[in-house]
């Protein structure tokens, strides 16, 4: 190891002792060396106790913690990480199985590796870097992902350019680090969809509601269901697969409209249960009628940072009121949201004065979040993000 130094001020250890990954700006007394963004660093403090050795990046989040031991971040760190990782996916039934391909392989801090997020579809692993240092080794993870996938993977596609911060000029180009052959369809518990990494959203498809939507299918049968903010339309197929009379899917992007209709037809061809609008959420749901008996809010984050908090939460308040007041009696809806600072109590709180505003009586029958191929870290609570809940409404 000869890796720049880095000397935290007193007091400042102490989140490191208890294994947050994270070194604040603020916590350092000085930098020996000089390091540039996303190198490798060791990190010290107070009596030259050693604290862990992480990527450094100019920011607010100065370094991520890659290990808490002394040692080299080489070929064999990145491979004895990603293997543990892929056994885990394994180990949970999503991998190597005949009727799901589709899972993230790494998810950041959750599996030991901040500022890292893996999806695989099928073939392909879409790899997008949150960290500078993530994309500084993005070559060297690539090789360490076809290592331990070996025959199971053929191509790495690399996405990052709407990820990173830029400051530093980094030359980071969207493209295949391996193959390019890519076939685009992958399987979800036995369904089917086209991922368009290219130019979707995100990695190309919503991995973390794989379990919601699958508790979903189960509640689905013989109902009239709305599935607001679509995208590719995951929620959809599951219902009709589990036996809805009608199904709507609504996004404002058409390009996602169009996605939603080629998933559905691939898996019910011609089924004219199935239709898609491309329309803003908030004009849909105030012009439609009171017909649906199962509803899905799955909207895009409304708050990305903590300043603007309040005004989420009144967004999804606002969001949820209007379900509350138009489903059908006897109807189920369920309702998420995704914004990471965003808790579960303001999420609730939020949806409650929802309910309380409908003045109809409401239960919730199940309380949701990400899946287990989304872990958390117990030691970087911030990991979990995706909060859900399933509500009856009399
Ligand atoms: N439920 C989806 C993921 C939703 S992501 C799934 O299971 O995969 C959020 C979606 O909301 C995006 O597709 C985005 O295009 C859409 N969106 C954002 N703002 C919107 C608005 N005002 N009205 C309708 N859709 C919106």
Redesign the pocket.
């Known amino acids: 190891m000869n890796y720049c130094r880095i000397n935290l001020k007193p007091k400042k250890e102490e989140s490191l002792l208890r294994f947050h990954p994270w070194v604040f700006s603020g916590a350092i007394q000085s930098i020996e060396g000089e390091p540039e963004e996303g190198e490798l660093v060791e990190v010290y403090g107070q009596g030259n106790r050693f604290l862990g050795v992480g990527h450094y990046q100019i920011g607010s989040i100065a370094v991520r913690i890659l290990s808490f031991q002394p040692r080299t971040i080489d070929a064999a760190f990145w491979e004895e990480r990603i293997r543990v990782a892929f056994e885990l996916r394994k180990a949970l039934g999503l991998a190597g199985v005949p009727d799901n391909d589709t899972f993230r392989l790494i998810h950041g801090e959750g599996d030991g590796l901040p500022g890292l997020v893996v999806d695989v579809y099928a073939h392909t692993a879409v790899m997008q870097a949150h960290a500078v240092g993530m994309h500084v080794a993005r070559q060297q993870i690539a090789d360490a992902l076809k290592v331990v996938m070996s025959d199971e993977l053929k191509n790495i596609y690399y996405k990052s350019e709407a990820t990173l911060p830029f400051k530093a000029n980094l030359d980071n180009e969207d493209g295949y680090l391996y193959g390019g052959e890519a076939e685009d369809i992958a399987t979800e518990n036995g369904l089917k969809f086209y991922v368009d990494w290219l130019k979707g959203?995100?990695t190309g498809?919503?991995v973390d509601?794989r379990e919601?939507?699958s508790l979903l299918e189960k509640y689905s049968k013989n109902r009239s269901v709305l599935?607001?903010?679509?995208?590719?339309?995951?929620?959809s197929f599951y219902a009709m697969r589990g036996g809805a009379n009608v199904v709507h899917s609504?996004?404002?992007?058409a390009?996602?409209i169009a996605l939603t209709n080629r998933n559905v037809e691939l898996n019910f061809p011609g089924d004219a249960r199935h239709e898609a609008f491309a329309?803003?959420?908030?004009?849909?749901l105030e012009r439609m009628g009171s017909n649906y008996d199962l509803i899905?809010l799955?909207?895009?984050a409304f708050a990305k940072h903590k300043n603007v908090l309040r005004n989420a939460l009144q967004g999804y308040r606002k969001l949820n009121a209007i379900a509350f007041e138009k489903i059908k009696p006897g109807g189920i809806i369920f309702t998420?949201s995704?914004s990471q600072v965003v808790s579960k109590e303001n999420f609730r709180l939020a949806v409650f004065s929802a309910a309380a505003q409908s003045g109809r009586n409401v239960r919730i029958l199940h309380q949701m979040t990400q899946p287990a191929d989304h872990p958390v870290n117990i030691y970087h609570p911030e990991g979990e993000y995706l909060k859900g809940l399933v509500l009856y409404v009399e």
Do not use: H, L, W
């Open positions: 959203q995100k498809f919503f509601q919601n939507r599935n607001m903010f679509c995208y590719t339309g995951g929620f609504v996004d404002s992007s390009k996602a329309e803003d959420a908030f004009k849909y899905i799955d909207p895009p998420f995704c």
